[in-house]
């Protein structure tokens, strides 16, 4: 990422969280004329304690220089979590405070990372690297989504498939919100890795090809390890209900594993099973 589309991604994320924040969380009157939703720029300056000009020229994308004293009261200004002060740091500094990517490497889950795969029998499963790559993934994985199998390795990246895949967006009762957990994760590896070309081409792709992808970027949150419910209706099993978990796997590769656990007190994983015994 060169240093003007860094710049810009600072821009349009510190817009982005000034607008979802309410004056009455910030602790200010809501007032009668207010034409945009969210805080005014002069605002989140009074709040992080620096000047309006200065605020002003750094949600503008100036080069200018910053610390991290005062990039982390902009930070609590804006109430932002642990991953998206990660982010903010990452794109606001000089790029010699940003650790390099790391080298190209194979990606390949170990033996025992295979093991835990199988082992999670009815627990849906995809291992992934830190492009949103998949590089694994179990046997339930395969019956609830699809049969990764039969798609060529270059192109099992998860986003890209979301977008593509017609069997993906039918599986989410509500496919936005099944995107946007991805999209956390993926904002939140863009702005660890900014120094990686890759990311920048790869997002102006998906603008280009997907109409939809552009909106649903702009309104990403960044995390890096979301916790969310989502409502899948299986063309065979029905609805069924998964909480996502997703952690990084500790090892030289960035990888991270997503698990998708059966609802407690539904019957998501009695149809898994069912589902699962038929087609074996």
Request: aromatic residues 10%.
């Amino acid at each position: 990422m060169n240093q003007e589309t860094r710049l810009q991604a600072l821009s349009s994320f510190l817009k982005s969280k000034r607008a979802k924040l309410s004056p009455e969380a910030a602790g200010f009157p809501v007032g009668t004329r207010r034409r945009t939703p969210g805080l005014r720029r002069e605002e989140v300056a009074q709040l992080a304690g620096v000047s309006p000009t200065w605020y002003t020229w750094l949600e503008q994308g100036r080069a200018i220089k910053v610390s991290g004293s005062v990039l982390e009261c902009v930070a609590v200004a804006l109430q932002l979590n642990d991953d998206e002060r990660k982010y903010l740091y990452a794109l606001a500094m000089e790029a010699s405070h940003v650790a390099p990517p790391l080298h190209e490497d194979h990606s390949e889950i170990t033996p025992s990372l295979r093991h835990i795969l199988q082992e999670l029998r009815f627990c849906p499963t995809i291992i992934s690297d830190r492009r949103c790559q998949i590089v694994g993934w179990n046997a339930a994985a395969s019956h609830v989504f699809m049969d990764f199998e039969t798609i060529p390795a270059e192109q099992r990246n998860m986003i890209r498939l979301l977008f593509t895949r017609k069997e993906l967006r039918r599986l989410a009762g509500n496919w936005e919100h099944f995107v946007g957990g991805f999209l956390a994760i993926f904002r939140a590896y863009y702005g660890q890795y900014v120094q990686d070309d890759w990311y920048e081409r790869f997002i102006e792709e998906m603008k280009n090809s997907h109409p939809d992808f552009q909106y649903l970027w702009e309104q990403s949150q960044v995390s890096s390890a979301p916790d969310v419910l989502l409502e899948f209706r299986h063309a065979k099993a029905g609805k069924m209900l998964f909480h996502l978990t997703s952690f990084q796997v500790q090892g030289n590769a960035d990888l991270r594993c997503s698990v998708y656990t059966p609802a407690p007190e539904t019957s998501t994983e009695t149809k898994l099973r069912r589902l699962m015994e038929k087609q074996e």
